[in-house]
């Protein structure tokens, strides 16, 4: 797996990724729809700098996303995360996310901050393992509000 950051001119690579995922697994990304013009939208916050995008690329197929991270410039970064339905379960997710918060600690950040829904163990799993914690929850309390301080 080899994981780098997206440019600005990458939105199409984003669209590919978001219309293949699973109804299941744009779920856990709600209210966002991950459509194909949601990837040219975040690749159009890339140019503003808004927010970075993590992506890991399999090496046999260098061009197809596998898994996704946006992260906010903020002193606490603020993430989403998603893996490819077909990628999911493999190592790819928890690879990432390592990347991301070494990343995110040797740009001298303050910590990480992100929100998880209560039915979505596999992803609280990797969290907990990856050293976040709960702190706290949405005010519609479905969400479990996760931080990782530095
Ligand atoms: C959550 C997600 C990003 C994780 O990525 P991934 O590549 O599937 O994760 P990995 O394969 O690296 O690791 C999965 C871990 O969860 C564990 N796991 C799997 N199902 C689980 C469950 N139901 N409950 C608890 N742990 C579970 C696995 O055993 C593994 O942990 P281990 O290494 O300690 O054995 C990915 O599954 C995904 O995109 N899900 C849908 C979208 C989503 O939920 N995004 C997060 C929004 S906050």
Redesign the pocket.
């Known amino acids: 797996m080899s994981i780098r950051l997206l440019t600005k001119d990458e939105g199409e690579i984003l669209g590919e990724f978001f219309t293949s995922l699973s109804e299941?697994?744009v779920y856990?990304?709600h209210p966002h729809k991950m459509t194909y013009e949601d990837g040219r939208e975040q690749a159009k916050k890339i140019d503003r700098g808004e927010i970075r995008i993590f992506g890991a690329f399999p090496e046999d197929d260098p061009g197809k996303l596998a898994?996704y991270i946006f992260a906010t410039n903020e002193p606490v970064v603020k993430l989403?995360?998603?893996?490819r339905d077909e990628?999911?379960?493999?190592?790819?997710?928890?690879?990432?996310l390592k990347y991301v918060i070494d990343s995110c600690r040797a740009e001298g950040r303050k910590g990480i901050s992100?929100?998880?829904?209560k039915d979505?163990?596999?992803?609280?799993?990797?969290y907990e393992?990856s050293g976040f914690k709960i702190c706290g929850e949405t005010d519609d309390k479905v969400q479990h509000r996760m931080t990782l301080n530095f």
Not at 80 to 83: P, Y
Not at 114 to 117: M, S, T
Not at 120 to 126: E, K
């Open positions: 299941k697994t856990f990304f898994g989403g995360f998603c893996v990628c999911q379960g493999q190592g790819v997710g928890q690879e990432l992100l929100e998880v829904f979505n163990p596999r992803a609280i799993h990797v393992k």
